[in-house]
Antibody
Framework: EVQLVQSEAEVKKPGESLRISCKGSGYRFTSFWISWVRQMPGKGLEWMGKIDPVDSYTNYSPSFQGHVTISADKSISTAYLQWSSLKASDTATYYC????????????WGQGTLVSVSS | EILLTQSPGTLSVSPGERATLSCRASQSVTSNYLAWYQQKPGQAPRLLIHDASSRATGVPDRFSGSGSGTDFTLTISGLEPEDFAVYYCQQYGSSPQTFGQGTKVEI
């Protein structure tokens, strides 16, 4: 069974750093890209960026470029989303999702990680 | 960046009825790489339709997608109680990938 299991919810303060994770199982991790999607409270879905775990090539939405970093460790089948300095506006649920190629739909999703940023 | 506009924002229907959801793109979607997702409260989105009209694995045939270029439609024939949710369209043919703002299907 294909699974994407994300790390637990986080509560952080503005200015703190954070890395959340997404572990794939039940499939060959390097055969699928991983995208990250943001959903702010009560709002819609926003695509943030994607990574090819084969070579860690990344592509970001201009809206998120420079604000987050996407990475992957193929040896442990895990992708990451990280911030160096969180803001209150980063409060959201973050989903990872896998897709077959760089231009294919998001066919399996993680359960989501809620990140709360407040002083 | 391709802007996707979904309409209506909220659709009120009864079980057994047909629901028609629209997604309009600001420019032509490359290769009709347009998907539809369903999201229920507290859950991750679920892929329903890809390539504008192909149902994902395990999706009931009451869900169908159509359209090309800039105008796309998701039709749910014979709404079941479990179909009441928010539906998003997404284009994945051009970077950055973009989502519509969603249509809520409610009773």
């Amino acid at each position: 069974e294909v699974q994407l299991v994300q790390s637990e919810a986080e509560v952080k303060k503005p200015g703190e750093s954070l890395r959340i994770s997404c572990k794939g199982s039940g499939y060959r991790f390097t055969s699928f890209w991983i995208s990250w999607v943001r959903q702010m409270p009560g709002k819609g879905l926003e695509w943030m960026g994607k990574i090819d775990p084969v070579d860690s090539y990344t592509n970001y939405s201009p809206s998120f470029q420079g604000h987050v970093t996407i990475s992957a460790d193929k040896s442990i089948s895990t992708a990451y989303l990280q911030w160096s300095s969180l803001k209150a506006s980063d409060t959201a649920t973050y989903y990872c999702a896998r897709h077959w190629t760089g231009t294919s739909p998001l066919d399996d999703w993680g359960q989501g990680t809620l990140v709360s940023v407040s002083s | 960046e391709i802007l996707l506009t979904q309409s209506p924002g909220t659709l009120s229907v009864s079980p057994g009825e047909r629901a028609t959801l629209s997604c309009r793109a600001s420019q032509s979607v490359t290769s009709n790489y347009l998907a539809w997702y369903q999201q229920k409260p507290g859950q991750a989105p679920r892929l329903l339709i890809h390539d504008a009209s192909s149902r994902a694995t395990g999706v009931p045939d009451r869900f169908s997608g159509s359209g090309s270029g800039t105008d796309f439609t998701l039709t749910i024939s014979g709404l079941e109680p479990e179909d009441f949710a928010v539906y998003y369209c997404q284009q994945y043919g051009s970077s950055p990938q973009t989502f519509g703002q969603g249509t809520k299907v409610e009773i």
